[in-house]
Nanobody
Framework: QVQVVESGGGLVRPGGSLRLSCVAS????????VAWFRQAPGKEREFVAV???????TYGEGVNGRFVVSRDKAKNSAFLEMTNLKPEDTAVYYC??????????????WGQGTQVTVSS
């Protein structure tokens, strides 16, 4: 059974950057899509980005052009590079593994999340 752990969150000023990591263990994730979701207090979990097994990517509304999702098959990992961060990006960010989808319900493997706070 595969487990994933996110890291790289933190407090950053508006306009700043962060790089989130999602490291898998237990089984390879190289033949699966890796998605990033986020959830702010009082809001539903929101799709951020997904990278498929071939490296193709799709982004959610409001992050295209600022966020870049990638993966490193040699490290059984995926990443979310976030630039020009805005206060509305503040949320817990989750990594999920499964078949490519925009829906959180379609992913069965989730990490514990990493907090991203954008504030001056």
């Amino acid at each position: 059974q595969v487990q994933v752990v996110e890291s790289g969150g933190g407090l950053v000023r508006p306009g700043g950057s962060l790089r989130l990591s999602c490291v898998a263990s237990g089984r390879t994730i190289n033949t699966r899509a890796v998605a990033w979701f986020r959830q702010a207090p009082g809001k539903e979990r929101e799709f951020v980005a997904v990278v498929n097994e071939y490296g193709g990517s799709t982004y959610g509304e409001g992050v295209n052009g600022r966020f870049v999702v990638s993966r490193d098959k040699a490290k059984n990992s995926a990443f979310l590079e976030m630039t020009n961060l805005k206060p509305e990006d503040t949320a817990v960010y989750y990594c999920a593994v499964g078949w490519p989808s925009f829906r959180a319900a379609d992913y069965s493997t989730w990490g514990q999340g990493t907090q991203v706070t954008v504030s001056s």
